[in-house]
């Protein structure tokens, strides 16, 4: 079945360790997302990559870094400067920027 | 204001009623209007999309947008235990980029058997 794989489902952080979630797609999308969503707020975007080796800020992109080495592949490291990480972590894919967004399962990412 | 404004309920229906969930929005450029469902810890998915103004119906869903009242809704007739979910608004300027999309809060809809 194709689809947005995200793990783990649930991640504990520790004060001043870096962590890192995983999204796979094997939909042969083009296009990867990260948003973070918090209780009583809409989606807000972290990271977004239209393209293998290129990716670019979203909204509050401050603390998160991300990588696109392989098409299929989109990782998001929540690092130590990220002060407020606990969220429910949505990755997402679209074939291109203006079409159908799809979500993966999501992340839920507490601190200890 | 925020650019969209959404009651984020919750909101308790007996089986059958109908369903009406709505956004509000402040930006005139808008133009692209999306519904998503999201299960509770689940990834949304899209429900409805539509074009400017106008109505679009697909089965028991019905979206509707007044761009001169920046004014979007969701109908659900005949609704189900199964609809129980939060709803998500969300729109954009410009088809191009879904970077660009802002959501709203979600409505947190239980439908009661």
């Known amino acids: 079945d194709g689809g947005i794989t995200q793990s783990p489902k649930y991640l504990f952080r520790k004060e001043g360790q870096n962590v890192t979630l995983s999204c796979e797609q094997n939909?042969?999308?083009?296009?990867m997302y990260w948003y973070r969503q918090d209780p009583g707020q809409g989606l807000r975007l972290i990271y977004y990559?239209?393209?293998?080796?290129?990716?670019q800020k979203g909204d509050i992109a401050e603390g998160y870094s991300v990588s696109r080495e392989k098409k299929e592949s989109f990782p998001l490291t929540v690092t130590s400067a990220q002060k407020n990480p606990t969220a429910f972590y949505l990755c997402?894919?679209?074939?291109?920027?203006?079409?159908?967004?799809?979500f993966g399962s999501g992340t839920q990412l507490s601190v200890l | 204001q925020k650019e969209v404004e959404q009651d984020p309920g919750p909101l308790s229906v007996p089986e059958g009623a109908i369903v009406s969930l709505n956004c509000t929005y402040s930006?005139?450029?808008?133009?692209?209007f999306m519904w998503y469902r999201q299960y509770s810890r689940k990834g949304p998915e899209l429900l409805m999309y539509?074009?400017?103004?106008g109505n679009k119906e697909d089965g028991r869903f019905t979206a509707q947008v007044d761009k001169s009242s920046k004014y979007i809704s969701l109908f659900i007739r005949d609704s189900q235990p199964s609809d129980s979910a939060t709803y998500l608004c969300?729109?954009?300027?410009?088809?191009?980029?879904?970077?660009?999309?802002?959501f709203g809060k979600g409505t947190k809809l239980t439908v009661n058997p």
């Open positions: 997402a894919s679209n074939r291109a920027t203006n079409e159908k967004l799809f």
């Open positions: 939909l042969n999308h083009d296009a």
């Open positions: 990559s239209q393209i293998v080796n290129d990716f």
């Open positions: 930006n005139s450029a808008f133009q692209y």
């Open positions: 539509t074009y400017s103004s």
């Open positions: 969300a729109m954009s300027a410009s088809q191009g980029g879904s970077e660009k999309l802002v």
